[in-house]
């Protein structure tokens, strides 16, 4: 097979994916178990590999498999035992190459150089930042303002979101909650994932640009709208909710 580097979108597309069917170390490791072994496992033997109980392995195995990572064949038993699920990765060639570090130092040197400066005119700049960004994201997508009069509210932020998660966020867009009217003006756009890691948790202003992001990618696929963050994976909280709402809704 022919190795080639990914580009850091491809790696931040990747990642996210990846990401979003592992929110449990174990289930990682269980995949990447997997990985050592072309052939395959059984639940029993991912369960002796990975030391845990044999209803823990076969839990994160079904995880895994209903997110495509896994495939499931049978092998014959030597006794009068039914076959045993043989769990194999659907990829189980699968190799990354990328350079490491760069982004990693940047995001550091961001959050080391916002820490510096007043909290407000900090966020401020972190939100400018995130803002000219989300523009260009819309142009790269080829979805900019010229279209925007042809979109609806709800579609535009499931774009926002296919783009953010294109990004390493793993972003949905969803209502508050069900008896929400169809035509609120308020969404949500829920980040189960932050690419910015530890450096967010130690300089939570970093998490301006998140807001940023949104405003400039909204402001170009749909509009004038109202953006902010309402909770956060850097302030201890499960995941990062964005606020949105359509100002033209609001104040018609």
Do not use: W
Request: hydrophobic share 40%; net charge negative; with cysteine.
């Amino acid at each position: 097979m022919v190795q080639r580097a990914l580009k850091p979108a491809e790696f931040a597309n990747l990642v996210n994916a990846v990401t979003s069917a592992f929110g449990d170390p174990t289930r990682r490791d269980i995949y990447l178990l997997l990985h050592e072994h072309p052939d395959g496992l059984t639940a029993s033997e991912v369960a002796s590999h990975a030391g845990v109980h044999a209803n823990v392995a076969r839990h994160h195995l079904d995880k895994l498999t209903s997110g495509g990572y896994l495939d499931i064949s049978k092998r014959s038993n030597p006794g009068a035992g039914r076959p045993a699920k043989v769990f194999t990765a659907t990829e189980p060639s699968l190799h990354l190459e990328f350079e490491v570090g760069h982004d990693d130092i940047l995001i550091t040197l961001l959050g080391k150089a916002l820490s510096r400066l007043d909290p407000e005119d900090a966020a401020q700049m972190a939100e400018e930042v995130g803002l000219e960004f989300g523009r260009k994201m819309a142009g790269d997508v080829g979805m900019d303002d010229a279209d925007s009069s042809h979109r609806s509210f709800r579609s535009a932020l499931h774009i926002v979101a296919d783009a953010l998660s294109a990004h390493g966020f793993a972003a949905r867009a969803e209502r508050q909650d069900e008896q929400t009217a169809a035509d609120d003006p308020q969404l949500h756009i829920v980040a189960g994932h932050c690419p910015f890691g530890d450096v967010a948790i130690e300089h939570p202003v970093i998490c301006a640009v998140d807001r940023g992001m949104v405003k400039g990618l909204l402001g170009s696929l749909y509009g004038e709208t109202q953006v902010a963050l309402t909770s956060s994976v850097a302030q201890g909280d499960e995941a990062c909710v964005t606020d949105v709402i359509d100002a033209s809704a609001v104040t018609s």
